[in-house]
């Protein structure tokens, strides 16, 4: 089988900073090559030292650029794609004056299909290869995402909405259709490829303690799934989960009781949390995708990113578009940084990096797979163009080190700077060169 391999400065992260230090945390190599064959990586190393050792068949030259791993987004919803940067309301507005409208159109496969493609060809521009992603309540746009993933070799979590109290009619399923709809499903796409299933109700309040029941029976059924949902977005929600639930201690609670924690539950948000809903979320593994920019724009509040550590619970970076108002993973990691400044908080550039590559893999369970170049992982990455147009590259003349320039890079980048997305090796995106400017 053929080798090919990248040249290029290469970047990546071997653990946490938070944890090993920043220096520990990752290693770079200013003149680099990758190495890859079938679509695995095989090495990464020095390129004077690799060239001679490996011998690949081909070398692809990028020189002057950096290569990352794949982009993770760890909370998002590909049927908001046409509501992103819809004005002006909070959350439980948000949802019944634009969500629910746009949602409705899903039961139509051919609807879904058209719209899964944008929102992937968005991902790629972007640089995000991996995503935890909500469809609706239809089957018909669960299949349409899977289908779409599938063609394009992605690794992508998606399930099939639950909901049946508090929306309209036409977006309600029941307790035994949620339970035997996301049974087939899963039959059909769990572990299918480089798909997983995640079983997802809306949030809490969309669904009844015998639909949440039903989501716990579909869990233990299928070891390996994953839970996803909302929690602790805004106020105003918390106190309708209180008046909907009073038996429950919590608005955690209302997951828990039903045995929807765990390492492979995955809860959007969590901004408004209580101390006994940080212990339980840390007593069971279970993860947050903490979505920045979607809490600025809905107004939700202000994430805790140093409790979260301090409480070593895994967090990864979500866009949740469309509340949040870009597919750019540099963007929420710009959001990320302005968020804690706001909690009088130091956020690195590293960090932020971290949560979006190899962090993102830890939240999601996929460090197996994904998230660095280690040998044997998925060749998913991206080539950075770190001077896409004279005014970048006038700015990243003047940083003076690799940090400064990672800063630079995530308070004034976008999908300009992806000049390419390789998914198992192959090229998924590539931008044109009658883009730049
Ligand atoms: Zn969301």
Request: contains cysteine; glycine residues 6%.
């Amino acid at each position: 089988m053929s080798k090919q391999a990248y040249h290029a400065s290469i970047l990546h992260f071997l653990d946490d900073p938070d944890k090993v230090g920043q220096c520990q945390s990752y290693e770079y190599f200013e003149d680099g090559l990758l190495v890859i064959e079938d679509g695995k990586i095989v090495t990464v190393g020095e390129a004077s030292k690799l060239v001679t050792q490996i011998q690949p068949d081909q070398i692809f030259d990028y020189r002057g650029q950096l290569l990352l791993p794949g982009l993770i987004d760890t909370h998002t919803h590909y049927p908001q794609t046409e509501m992103i940067a819809s004005y002006g309301e909070q959350l439980l507005t948000w949802l019944e004056t634009y969500t629910f409208p746009t949602e409705a159109k899903f039961g139509d496969e051919d609807y879904a299909s058209t719209i899964a493609e944008l929102f992937l060809d968005e991902l790629l521009k972007n640089g995000t290869t991996t995503a935890l992603a909500f469809p609706t309540v239809h089957v018909q746009s669960v299949d349409a995402f899977f289908e779409a993933a599938e063609r394009r070799n992605l690794r992508m979590i998606s399930g099939k909405v639950l909901m049946d109290r508090n929306a309209p009619e036409n977006l309600r399923d029941t307790v035994e259709t949620a339970y035997s709809d996301s049974k087939e499903l899963i039959e059909r796409w769990h572990n299918h490829g480089r798909l997983q299933y995640a079983v997802t109700p809306r949030f809490a309040p969309t669904s009844s303690e015998a639909q949440l029941e039903a989501a716990g029976v579909l869990l233990k059924e299928t070891p390996g799934i994953y839970f996803h949902t909302h929690l602790a977005e805004n106020l105003r929600e918390i106190a309708w989960v209180k008046d909907l639930f009073p038996n429950s201690k919590n608005y955690l609670d209302c997951y828990d009781q039903f045995g929807l924690l765990g390492k492979q539950s995955i809860f959007a948000h969590c901004i408004h949390l209580e101390d006994s809903e940080w212990a339980r979320l840390r007593e069971t593994g279970s993860k947050i995708a903490h979505c920045p920019t979607s809490n600025l724009f809905l107004g939700s509040g202000l994430f805790q990113i140093n409790r979260a550590v301090s409480e070593n619970i895994d967090i990864g970076l979500g866009t949740d578009v469309g509340a949040g108002n870009t597919f750019s993973l540099l963007k929420v990691m710009a959001d990320a940084y302005k968020v804690q400044q706001l909690n009088q908080n130091l956020f690195s550039s590293f960090k932020a990096l971290y949560l979006a590559t190899l962090g993102g893999a830890r939240c999601l369970n996929l460090d197996k797979s994904i998230g660095n170049f280690l040998p044997g992982k998925e060749a998913d990455f991206i080539v950075i163009d770190k001077e896409p147009d004279d005014f970048l590259a006038f700015r990243m003349q003047r940083c003076g080190s690799l940090l400064e320039e990672i800063f630079t890079l995530i308070m004034l980048g976008d999908d300009r700077c992806i000049r390419a997305t390789y998914i198992c090796g192959e090229v998924a995106h590539l931008r044109n060169e009658h883009q730049r400017a």
